[in-house]
T-cell receptor
Framework: GAVVSQHPSRVICKSGTSVKIECRSL??????MFWYRQFPKKSLMLMAT?????????EQGVEKDKFLINHASLTLSTLTVTSAHPEDSSFYIC?????????????FGPGTRLTVL | EDKVVQSPLSLVVHEGDTVTLNCSYE??????LLWYKQEKKAPTFLFML????IEKKSGRLSSILDKKELFSILNITATQTGDSAIYLC???????????FGKGTLLTVNP
């Protein structure tokens, strides 16, 4: 149980294009999903908290117009990196909590490696 | 400001050794402390600790929380090369259940 998938696993795009990353909870309903960013040899940095049916809550310093988050259903949240630039290249990871198990435990997707040329 | 400090930042041992990883925290609204293992991809869940002094165990891994001294340890006995990974400690606090991660401990187990 508590499986989270992400798609795509790897994406390479040109500067100026937009990239959408999907995060799905496969065997549970996730009212809350989280989006993280991780640079090489660094820890996970929370970007935003995505709540089903409402606006995402962004962490300080994260541009909400740059990183668009949509949580349209209880099993799907999307992160769109708009007008991507090379400095947006990173490892993006989503996680979800299963209220039916233990609310504090987050289960992570396999991550998406974004490279912006 | 809430923070999580892990030590050591990196550790190299030989197979069969026992290791202890440390995590200390300063938080204003503590709910729980979690340990994750991260290999090449995203972190996988190991333990969630909410109560002091109660050891959680899974195979060769165990963890305990001390809420008075504000720290947790993760023990790995009889280490194997497959234990090589980054071990992340995170606390969960606040009403939105967000996690704040430490920088991690890079464990390398040599044959």
């Amino acid at each position: 149980g508590a499986v989270v998938s992400q798609h795509p696993s790897r994406v390479i795009c040109k500067s100026g294009t937009s990239v959408k990353i999907e995060c799905r909870s496969l065997d549970f309903q996730a009212t809350t999903m989280f989006w993280y960013r991780q640079f090489p040899k660094k820890s996970l940095m929370l970007m935003a908290t995505s709540n089903e049916g409402s606006k995402a809550t962004y962490e300080q310093g994260v541009e909400k117009d740059k990183f668009l988050i949509n949580h349209a259903s209880l099993t799907l949240s999307t992160l769109t990196v708009t007008s991507a630039h090379p400095e947006d290249s990173s490892f993006y990871i989503c996680s979800a909590s299963d209220p039916g198990l233990a609310t504090d435990t987050q289960y992570f997707g396999p991550g998406t490696r974004l490279t912006v040329l | 400001e809430d923070k999580v400090v892990q030590s050591p930042l990196s550790l190299v041992v030989h197979e069969g050794d026992t290791v202890t990883l440390n995590c200390s925290y300063e938080v204003t609204n503590f709910r729980s402390l979690l340990w994750y293992k991260q290999e090449k991809k995203a972190p996988t869940f190991l333990f969630m600790l909410t109560s002091s002094g109660i050891e959680k165990k899974s195979g060769r891994l165990s963890s305990i929380l001390d809420k008075k001294e504000l720290f947790s340890i993760l023990n790995i006995t009889a280490t194997q090369t497959g234990d090589s990974a980054i071990y992340l400690c995170a606390f969960c606090g606040g009403s939105n259940y967000k996690l704040t991660f430490g920088k991690g401990t890079l464990l390398t187990v040599n044959p």
